[in-house]
Nanobody, 129 residues
């Protein structure tokens, strides 16, 4: 079992920045690839970014590429999402998720939500225009 707790959301003006954190407890954090997803009102959940268990590989949705950066600190059991140049369309509840992977898949990460085993409760990000 892994428990995930997101923090760092809030209200920010367009063009501003926020840094989301996701603290994990339970089973060894370094055995999980981690992802960030978001869901806006009335819309389906969508992939934002993901990072491999080693931190050496990462991927982004086209909508956030060049503005968002995912990173992780395995010593602190935490994954981060640095969000810059925020736009009103980034407004959503942001969720972090954990995807258990065997050691041979240390470079793997997924953009598919169905592959993730554990989810946090979400943190609201609101970007005003």
């Amino acid at each position: 079992q892994v428990q995930l707790v997101e923090s760092g959301g809030g209200l920010v003006q367009a063009g501003g920045s926020l840094r989301l954190s996701c603290a994990a407890s339970g089973r060894a954090f370094s055995t999980y690839a981690m992802g960030w997803f978001r869901q806006a009102p009335g819309q389906e959940r969508e992939f934002v970014a993901a990072i491999s268990m080693s931190g050496g590989s990462s991927g982004y949705a086209d909508s956030v590429k060049g503005r968002f950066t995912i990173s992780r600190d395995n010593a602190k059991n935490t994954v981060y999402l640095q969000m810059n140049s925020l736009k009103p369309e980034d407004t959503a509840v942001y969720y972090c998720a954990a995807d258990y992977r065997p050691p041979t898949q240390w470079r793997y990460y997924s953009s598919g939500g169905s592959e993730y085993d554990y989810w946090g409760q979400g943190t609201q990000v609101t970007v005003s225009s």
